[in-house]
């Protein structure tokens, strides 16, 4: 068992103390997150501002498959590389010779 002692310190000492155990129990964590590294996911707002278009037009384009999307507790998603990767062979499709 570990022998505590306990202080007078302010607030702000003890919530830099609990910042930096907290810190050092998920770093680790973090660290083996990093080894399976996943694209992160985008909300639609970062698509529509990407893409200069509407949620009406994302919307559409997700109803007619034009792009992949994910679904997070009810919410969308979508991976750049995905959408990217989507808009550009719709692209070559559109104006194969």
């Known amino acids: 068992m570990q022998n505590i002692s306990i202080e007078n310190i ?3 000492e003890l919530k830099s103390l ?3 155990c907290v810190r050092e129990e998920i770093n680790p964590l973090f660290k083996k997150g990093q080894e399976n ?3 992160e996911l985008i909300s639609i707002d970062e ?3 990407i893409f200069k278009v509407s949620k009406v ?3 559409k384009w997700k109803r007619k498959g034009l792009i992949p999307f994910h679904k997070v507790n009810r919410k969308l998603y979508f991976k750049k590389s995905e959408l990217l ?3 550009e062979q719709d692209t070559r499709n559109r104006y194969r010779l």
Do not use: F
């Open 37 to 39: 590294y996943q694209e």
């Open 47 to 49: 698509v529509t501002g």
């Open 85 to 87: 990767k989507a808009i």
């Open 57 to 59: 037009t994302i919307h």
């Open 18 to 20: 609990i910042k930096e």
């Open 10 to 12: 302010n607030i702000e």
